[in-house]
């Protein structure tokens, strides 16, 4: 199993190597619409799972909403998606723990 991921993270770069063949346009255009994507569903999903109507958690939700926009924010204004995921993510640690 682990033979077959490392070949399939390595064949993109054996495939397009030394930038001598362009990426199709569908690669290109996935290479900029799925950081985007993915962070949009990492908040979607931890905000669903706050959000348990039968047993409502609101003080992880109002620690979790400010976590959200200053992930948001983040992303935003650095367009890093690992600056604005760990920015976020350690807003909410600090929040959760000093308040």
């Known amino acids: 199993m682990s033979a077959v ?11 397009f190597r030394g930038g001598q063949q362009k990426l199709p346009p569908l690669l290109d255009y996935l ?3 799925l950081t ?9 999903y931890s ?5 348990d109507f039968s ?6 939700l109002l620690y979790a909403l400010p976590a959200t926009l200053a992930t948001i924010f983040l992303q935003l204004a650095v367009r890093n998606p690992m600056v604005s995921i760990c920015g976020g993510t350690a ?7 000093f308040l």
Do not use: Q, T
């Open 91 to 97: 807003c909410y640690m600090l929040l959760l723990h």
């Open 5 to 15: 991921v490392i070949a399939l993270r390595a064949l993109p770069f054996l495939v």
């Open 55 to 60: 047993n409502p958690d609101y003080a992880r």
């Open 47 to 51: 905000l669903a799972s706050l959000c």
């Open 31 to 33: 290479g900029k619409v």
């Open 36 to 44: 985007a994507a993915a962070i949009a569903m990492l908040c979607v």
